[in-house]
Nanobody, 117 residues
Framework: QVQLVESGGGSVQPGGSLRLSCAAS????????MGWYRQSPGSVERELVG?????????TYADYVKGRFTISRDDDKNMVYLEMKDLKPEDTALYLC?????????WGQGTQVTVSS
């Protein structure tokens, strides 16, 4: 079955960097777009951070992360990455990766990122 497992979260100071990873299995990874979302503390909504299309044709980012976050993928390893720099306290959230297969969305369990001094 489809499985997505995020890792790489942690606590950093403002201005710091982190690299998140999402390991995918159970589907033909290279044929699917992959997205990164985040869920802020106390919120039930998951907001789009950005996504990368299959074959890395293009990436799209939310305005609030443009220039700071970069999404990449390694189709040989079934991995998608979120490189984050110049982190701000408002970036504190649970970060999740997602893919869609047909009418179904598949999510990982998320990895927590906390930005504070």
């Amino acid at each position: 079955q489809v499985q997505l497992v995020e890792s790489g979260g942690g606590s950093v100071q403002p201005g710091g960097s982190l690299r998140l990873s999402c390991a995918a299995s159970g589907f033909l990874f290279r044929n699917f777009d992959m997205g990164w979302y985040r869920q802020s503390p106390g919120s039930v909504e998951r907001e789009l951070v950005g996504y990368i299309t299959k074959s890395s044709v293009s990436t799209t980012y939310a305005d609030y992360v443009k220039g700071r976050f970069t999404i990449s993928r390694d189709d040989d390893k079934n991995m998608v990455y979120l490189e984050m720099k110049d982190l701000k306290p408002e970036d504190t959230a649970l970060y999740l990766c997602k893919t869609r297969w047909g009418y179904n969305d598949y999510w990982g369990q998320g990895t927590q990122v906390t930005v504070s001094s």
